[in-house]
């Protein structure tokens, strides 16, 4: 039979392996070999960046800590954060993933274009995603290179 110290130390042990958990998942994301990022779309934050990844901070030169709390309109040049905000608005409106060719807006792509796959993810009942998740994937040329 357990005791309510069992009980206890099991959820204790449980928040520790959940804590671990998430900090092995928040260490992948940042060290993978891809841009990808996370931002808040909740009713009263438009589009803020909550996460970089490590790729993101090498190809707009930008440190994850200025990142982190800004917008694209911050980042980017004003024509190129209309248009991922343009972009960002259509898949959350969409709600499913959408994918598309960006061909420029940074230095990496400023020769060829890249794939952009971004998804609207949705957190607990909210029913309407709340965040926007986005992956870089690297023009097929570069994979041969």
């Given at each position: 039979?357990?005791?309510?110290?069992?009980?206890?130390?099991?959820?204790?042990?449980?928040?520790?392996?959940?804590d671990r958990?998430?900090?092995?998942?928040?260490?992948?994301?940042?060290?993978?070999?891809?841009?990808?990022?996370?931002?808040?779309?909740?009713?009263?934050?438009?589009?803020?960046?909550?996460?970089?990844?490590?790729?993101?901070?090498?190809?707009?030169?930008?440190?994850?800590?200025?990142?982190?709390?800004?917008?694209?309109?911050?980042?980017?040049?004003?024509?190129?954060?209309?248009?991922?905000?343009?972009?960002?608005?259509?898949?959350?409106?969409?709600?499913?993933?959408?994918?598309?060719?960006?061909?420029?807006?940074?230095?990496?792509?400023?020769?060829?274009?890249?794939?952009?796959?971004?998804?609207?993810?949705?957190?607990?009942q909210e029913?309407?995603?709340?965040?926007?998740?986005?992956?870089?994937?690297?023009?097929?040329?570069?994979?041969?290179?």
């Amino acid at each position: 039979m357990n005791t309510f110290e069992d009980t206890i130390a099991m959820v204790k042990y449980t928040r520790r392996r959940d804590d671990r958990d998430i900090e092995a998942i928040r260490a992948f994301l940042y060290q993978a070999p891809n841009v990808m990022f996370l931002k808040n779309y909740s009713p009263d934050i438009d589009g803020v960046y909550v996460f970089v990844s490590r790729e993101f901070e090498r190809v707009f030169d930008v440190k994850r800590e200025f990142a982190v709390g800004k917008t694209d309109f911050d980042i980017f040049p004003q024509a190129v954060a209309e248009r991922r905000r343009l972009d960002d608005i259509h898949t959350l409106d969409f709600g499913r993933m959408t994918t598309m060719v960006d061909t420029g807006g940074t230095r990496y792509n400023a020769f060829r274009p890249y794939k952009l796959a971004l998804l609207p993810i949705t957190v607990g009942q909210e029913g309407k995603p709340s965040y926007l998740a986005g992956m870089m994937l690297p023009p097929l040329a570069a994979w041969t290179e």
